[in-house]
């Protein structure tokens, strides 16, 4: 494979990743609720991504670099209206 056949096979992994985000952040944002989500799960993933961030930029890749800094920053919206919505007041268990 080439060089530039690689790299456009990356970009074209690093869209698809990305824009799958999306939709569960517009889900979030639309309901108001990110009850259904493991806070734990995304914080790990987002540290994960910040990691591949790291590597990208040390590798010089931009679709790493790219792909990364955008899920990034999806991941963060997501934690950030999670934090917000579950620490709405809570109606108790009966």
């Known amino acids: 494979m080439t060089p530039a056949t690689t790299e456009w096979i990356g970009s074209i992994a690093a869209c698809c990743t990305t824009i799958s985000f999306l939709p569960q952040l517009v889900r979030v944002w639309r309901r108001k609720s990110a009850r ?3 806070l734990t799960m995304f914080l790990l993933f987002s540290f994960g991504v910040a990691c591949w961030l790291a ?9 790493i ?7 990034l920053a ?3 919206a997501i934690l950030v209206l999670k934090l917000r919505y579950d ?4 109606t108790p268990l009966k």
């Open 36 to 38: 259904d989500i493991s």
């Open 55 to 63: 590597y990208g930029i040390g590798v010089r890749s931009k679709p």
């Open 65 to 71: 670099i790219a792909a990364n800094a955008i899920t």
């Open 74 to 76: 999806l991941a963060i």
């Open 87 to 90: 620490g709405r007041t809570r």
